[in-house]
């Protein structure tokens, strides 16, 4: 019995059982990496800045905040102030799978949260859920499959922009967004009656909190003040 129970683990904790729970998110990356390639050359970036910032930054928000600061003619300090506080939340991220991976060298701990992003995180918090217990080789194949996807995904689209007359006029740009609403729906269509309630409960707080806060603070201070505020009761409040 026992000897069965760590096969099964392994399994499940193994490299291309990490691809194959990647999977069904590949279909968000490449529509966003498709989008953010087009928007890329619509901002007079190159197809290899593209690249260079799909493999250096790796973060659909912040690469598409870039690309309106830079045309807005932004300083770069600006803008790469802007983006480390909209990537703040992958600290919160991180520290949420941190205390499953423990055993693992630093090191290796730095390549887990490098490569965490908001759809990996959903896939391996869903894993603590079932499971209680996160494997590397499993967080290994999670993450470079859903790396190697995007990096492909934004090239592509910025080879696709090049032919593309007047691409920004396809909306694109709200691609991104609308990613996160269905990420959004999906949640909380898989969630039991009491919970369901106390996440609209939450989205609520969100939602005023944030309104409130634009009125003392600017938009990108609202959103991270009012998302570690809400995120905290979250937790607090969690059955």
């Keep these: 019995m026992q000897a069965n129970l760590k096969e099964s683990t392994i399994t499940t904790d193994s490299f291309s059982q990490g691809v194959k729970d990647c999977l069904p998110t590949l279909l968000g990356y490449i529509s966003i990496g498709l989008a953010f390639g087009v928007i890329g050359i619509t901002s007079d970036l190159s197809v290899l800045e593209i690249f260079l910032l799909s493999v250096l930054v790796y973060a659909g928000s912040a690469q598409f905040i870039f690309c309106g600061l830079y045309v807005a003619g932004a300083p770069f ?54 499971e209680k217990h996160l494997g590397g080789n499993w967080m290994d194949g999670l993450n470079v499959t859903a790396y190697l996807t995007w990096i492909a995904s934004c090239t592509i ?39 369901l309630l106390h996440y609209l409960k939450l989205i609520g707080l969100m ?33």
């Design 77 to 130: 300090s600006v803008i790469i102030i802007t983006t480390f506080i909209v990537n703040l939340r992958h600290l919160l991220m991180s520290l949420t799978v941190a205390p499953y991976l423990t055993r693992y060298s630093t090191l290796r701990n730095v390549g887990f949260g490098t490569l965490l992003t908001d759809e990996t995180f959903g896939v391996a918090v869903t894993k603590v859920m079932k």
């Design 157 to 195: 689209g910025g080879l696709i922009g090049k032919w593309l007359p007047n691409a920004e006029s396809l909306g694109l740009d709200f691609a991104l967004i609308a990613m996160f609403g269905a990420l959004l729906v999906l949640n909380l269509t898989n969630v039991g009656k009491s919970k």
């Design 207 to 239: 939602a005023v909190l944030l309104y409130s806060l634009l009125y003392f603070v600017p938009g990108h201070l609202a959103v991270l003040i009012a998302t570690v505020i809400v995120a905290t009761i979250g937790v607090v409040t969690e059955k």
